[in-house]
């Protein structure tokens, strides 16, 4: 992670990487480069300043917590700073792209520990943070909570329709939710949720996809 100037071009083999490991084109990842240089000139980017790039994209939550977890998964030397190829990887688990992949690395965020397995407690944080991000306890959302809400009410009786959209995310308790989490996801009822439990899970359920990757797209 060196300091470099404004004129400084993105290095080769980052370029590279980028382009193996992202969704984002060669020409996307250069005007992503060039913004993040003049926002950027030291080639480093603060969490403070990660949080406030991050707040753009979801204006109407806290991106804050939600931004400490990605922070945390790729500031993988605790210097407090990421760098370019580090900050398009983090922007990249919530942009549209092959969704395996980007439950892998979804879930190197929920592993708060980094042991390999995903408890209780770390899904609530993180859960916890998605509804902050997206505002779904947010005043102006009370209205759209409610209509679906009922929405999923009448399909439990048969008709109406489930929300499948992380917009439309019930506001109930995180705790709950996490409880609903693992009763789907952790098939061998060991209490812990394995890499390749949370991609099945996911991939088998658009609603936890889209809630869990923070990505209400259409890509899945």
Request: proline share 3%; net charge negative.
């Amino acid at each position: 992670m060196g300091c470099f100037g404004s004129t400084h071009k993105l290095p080769k083999a980052d370029l590279q990487f980028l382009i193996e490991n992202t969704e984002f084109t060669k020409q996307q990842i250069e005007i992503w480069y060039s913004g993040f240089i003049i926002d950027c000139p030291s080639g480093e980017l603060s969490k403070s300043k990660f949080i406030e790039v991050y707040q753009q994209l979801f204006p109407q939550g806290n991106a804050q917590k939600f931004c400490t977890h990605i922070f945390r998964t790729f500031d993988v030397d605790n210097s407090g700073k990421i760098d370019f190829k580090e900050f398009l990887m983090a922007i990249n688990i919530t942009a549209k792209g092959d969704p395996e992949k980007k439950l892998k690395w979804a879930f190197k965020m929920y592993d708060v520990d980094g042991n390999g397995e995903i408890d209780k407690d770390e899904m609530l944080q993180i859960i916890q943070s998605i509804y902050d991000l997206i505002g779904i306890n947010s005043r102006k959302n009370t209205s759209l909570i409610n209509s679906v809400k009922e929405g999923e009410k009448k399909d439990s009786r048969g008709n109406g329709h489930k929300a499948s959209n992380l917009k439309e995310l019930p506001a109930e308790n995180p705790v709950k939710r996490t409880e609903q989490i693992f009763l789907k996801m952790d098939t061998d009822k060991n209490g812990v949720i394995s890499e390749q439990e949370f991609v099945n899970g996911c991939l088998q359920d658009k609603f936890l996809y889209q809630m869990l990757t923070a990505d209400y797209s259409d890509s899945f």
